[in-house]
């Protein structure tokens, strides 16, 4: 990670993106996430139809978080995979699983619900970091 730039990010986001697809995926995690989230087979259809669209957020997101990321990396020196898993690592620690943990706090959720969406944060924020020093 030497400058923030365009390709590497939009490849970041991207790598979240198609790592969601399959984490959610009813033969992964996505068949418990939704008993757990309390989905109907009509909510799910629903938002069959709007896939695209929260594609392009979800995408959109995720570049966003590897922008951040990026400048992380450079102030601290990220050059090869072992710092970038760390980089990675670290970001979702200090950001991303504190903040999720509301959900299970505040709104009654279940541990299983935070640890199914919190593990897919942590898997996607090292792989685009690892993406990123690339």
Not at 29 to 44: D, I, K, T, Y
Not at 70 to 77: E, K, L, Q, S, T
Not at 88 to 95: E, I, Q, S, V
Request: hydrophobic share 65%.
């Amino acid at each position: 990670m030497f400058e923030v730039t365009f390709l590497p990010i939009l490849f970041a986001g991207v790598a979240s993106v198609v790592i969601g697809f399959i984490w959610y995926h009813p033969r992964v995690f996505g068949g418990m996430w939704m008993r757990l989230a309390n989905l109907s087979p009509e909510q799910v259809e629903k938002g069959k139809k709007q896939m695209p669209l929260m594609a392009f957020f979800g995408l959109l997101a995720s570049m966003l978080a590897a922008y951040v990321m990026n400048y992380f990396g450079i102030a601290w020196g990220v050059f090869d995979v072992i710092g970038a898993i760390e980089l990675g690592f670290w970001c979702w620690a200090g950001f991303v699983a504190p903040t999720m943990l509301g959900m299970v706090l505040w709104e009654q959720r279940s541990f299983k619900l935070y640890a199914i969406n919190a593990l897919y944060w942590l898997v996607s924020f090292i792989a685009m970091a690892i993406v990123l020093v690339f």
